[in-house]
Nanobody
């Protein structure tokens, strides 16, 4: 089992940047593929970006492609979400999630594939 705690959210102007972190406690962090999801008011939770358990594969949703990147540091049990060129539509609660994976390269993109979730961190982009 793994516990996830996000940090780094806040208020930023459009065009600015933020870096979110998700620290994991528990054993065997490297067996989990990791993802970032977000949920805006009145909308369903959606996949943003994910990384395989090895870190060698990533998948980025079209809505943030070219602006957001994900990385993981297995030695620190932490996954990061670097968000650049932020837009008003990026305003949401951002959630970190973990999926226990056999494959070193698989990047799950569906919400139901993920087993563990953090509590979320608010990102607000202002004009």
């Amino acid at each position: 089992q793994v516990q996830l705690v996000e940090s780094g959210g806040g208020l930023v102007q459009a065009g600015g940047s933020l870096r979110l972190s998700c620290a994991a406690s528990g054993r065997m962090f490297s067996i989990y593929a990791l993802g970032w999801f977000r949920q805006a008011p009145g909308k369903e939770r959606e996949f943003v970006v994910g990384v395989s358990r090895s870190g060698r594969s990533t998948y980025v949703s079209d809505s943030v492609k070219g602006r957001f990147t994900i990385s993981r540091d297995n030695a620190k049990n932490t996954v990061y979400l670097q968000m650049n060129s932020l837009k008003l539509d990026d305003t949401a609660i951002y959630y970190c999630a973990a999926d226990q994976e056999i494959s070193n390269t698989a990047v799950p993109t569906r919400l139901a594939e993920y087993d563990y979730w953090g509590q979320g961190t608010q990102v607000t982009v202002s004009s």
